[in-house]
C-alpha cells in the first residue's frame, strides 16, 4: 500500500467518524386547537382595494347627501313686465316666453347657482309653464293620430335639437300641434313642462298673491224682514134688543151704537238689495309702430333681447328687438338697415328704450 493509499484510507476513517447517522422523519402537520381558525394575512394589494373601495362608498353617499331635495310646489307673482321666461337657469339661455306684472305662475323648484357669472342672478326658480305656451317636438315621432311613439319623448324651447330640453311626454300621450318647421312640431305645452326664472323678479308675499287671484263675485244680500200675520177676519154680532113696554109718548129709545173693527197691519214687502256692478275690465289699446334703423346686437347681457335698432347714424339705441314667431329670424337682418312694424311695449327695467315685438320686417336698399 503505497502512501496515497493510506492518506486516502484515513479521510474515509475521519469522515465516516464525524458524521452522526440519523433517519428521515416523515412531515407531520401542526395540530389546530378546535375552535380556532388561523386569519389569513392581508396582502398591501388587498388592503388598498378595500381602502379605494370605502373612499368610493364614501363620495356615492355624500354626493346622495348634498343632491337638492325638490320643494313642495307654490305660488308666486311677477313683480314686473315683460320678464323673461328661459330655458335653462342662465341668463345667456334662449327665452321660452314673458310673464306680465302681476301675473300668478307656481314655483316647482328653487335653484342657487354656486359661481355665477358677471352680472347674471345666483338664485333661479324652476316654475311651471303658464297657459298659452309652447313646446317644440320632433315630427317624427308623433303619429298620424298625434300621439307620441316612443316611450319617452323630449319637450324642447325651439325646433331643433340645440335647444333647452324643458320637459317629457310618456308614449301614448296626445299632442296639440298648432305649426311645423323643419321637421319639428310646435305643441301646446302640456302639465308637467317647466321654464326657469330668475328669483328676484318673483314675489310669494301673501298679500301679492291675493290680489292676483280672481276674486269671487259678491253675493246678491237680501234684507231680513220680519213676517207679520194677518189678523183674523173681525165679525161683528149685533144684537138686537129684546122687546119692551112702550115707554111713553115722551121718551125716545137710545140708539145702538156698533163700534167697527180695526184696519188689518198692512203686508211688509221684502227688500232686494242688489249686487254692486262688477268693475268693468280696462281694455289695454296695442300700440303699433314702424320704425326704421339698423339691426345690431345687444350691448348688455341683462337687456331683454340679442338684439337692439340703433339709429341711421349709429349712436342711439331706439328700440330692443324681440320676435316670438318661428318664421322671423333676426339674426339674418344683423347690420342691415331695415323697417320694422310690431307692438313697442315698455320694460320697467328699461323705461327709456321700450321692446318691439315683431310681426313684420323688412331690409331697405339705401
Known amino acids: 500500500m503505497t502512501k496515497k493509499h493510506r492518506m486516502l484510507l484515513a479521510a474515509a476513517l475521519l469522515i465516516g467518524i464525524c458524521t452522526p447517522a440519523f433517519a428521515a422523519e416523515p412531515a407531520v402537520p401542526p395540530v389546530i386547537p378546535a375552535g380556532e381558525i388561523p386569519t389569513p394575512k392581508t396582502t398591501k394589494t388587498d388592503a388598498k382595494k378595500k381602502s379605494s373601495a370605502k373612499k368610493s362608498d364614501s363620495k356615492q353617499a355624500d354626493k346622495a347627501a348634498e343632491a337638492p331635495k325638490p320643494s313642495n310646489p307654490e305660488p308666486a307673482v311677477a313683480k314686473q313686465n315683460n320678464i323673461n321666461v328661459r330655458g335653462q337657469a342662465k341668463i345667456n339661455s334662449e327665452v321660452v316666453t314673458h310673464l306680465k306684472k302681476g301675473q300668478l305662475v307656481t314655483i316647482l323648484e328653487e335653484i342657487t347657482i354656486k359661481k355665477p357669472g358677471t352680472d347674471e342672478p345666483a338664485k333661479w326658480a324652476k316654475i311651471a309653464l303658464p297657459p298659452s305656451s309652447f313646446a317644440w317636438v320632433n315630427t317624427s315621432f308623433v303619429d298620424a293620430n298625434k300621439t307620441v311613439v316612443p316611450k319617452k319623448l323630449n319637450l324642447r324651447s325651439g325646433p331643433g335639437e340645440n335647444y333647452s ?30 321654464a326657469f326664472v330668475a328669483a328676484h323678479l318673483l314675489s310669494k308675499d301673501p298679500t301679492d298673491i291675493a290680489k292676483a287671484s280672481p276674486a ?78 339698423i339691426v345690431r346686437g345687444s350691448v348688455s347681457i341683462q ?64
Open 165 to 194: 330640453i324643458i320637459g317629457r311626454l310618456e308614449k301614448g300621450a296626445a299632442v296639440n300641434v298648432t305649426d311645423t318647421k323643419g321637421g319639428w312640431s310646435k305643441i301646446e305645452a302640456p302639465a308637467g313642462s317647466y
Open 216 to 293: 269671487a263675485p259678491p253675493a246678491t244680500t237680501v234684507a231680513a224682514v220680519a213676517t207679520v200675520t194677518p189678523p183674523p177676519p173681525v165679525t161683528t154680532t149685533i144684537v138686537e134688543p129684546s122687546p119692551v113696554i112702550a115707554p111713553p109718548p115722551t121718551t125716545t129709545p137710545a140708539p145702538v151704537v156698533v163700534t167697527p173693527p180695526p184696519p188689518p197691519a198692512p203686508m211688509l214687502t221684502p227688500v232686494i238689495t242688489p249686487s254692486p256692478a262688477a268693475p268693468v275690465e280696462e281694455t289695454l289699446i296695442k300700440r303699433v309702430i314702424t320704425r326704421e334703423g
Open 303 to 366: 337687456a331683454p333681447s340679442f338684439y337692439s335698432l340703433r339709429s341711421l347714424e349709429g349712436t342711439k339705441t331706439i328700440n330692443y328687438l324681440h320676435s316670438s314667431s318661428t318664421n322671423i329670424s333676426v339674426s339674418e337682418f344683423k347690420g342691415q338697415r331695415v323697417m320694422i312694424t310690431g307692438e313697442e311695449i315698455l320694460d320697467e327695467r328699461w323705461p327709456n328704450t321700450p321692446v318691439i315685438e315683431i310681426e313684420t320686417i323688412q331690409a331697405v336698399q339705401e
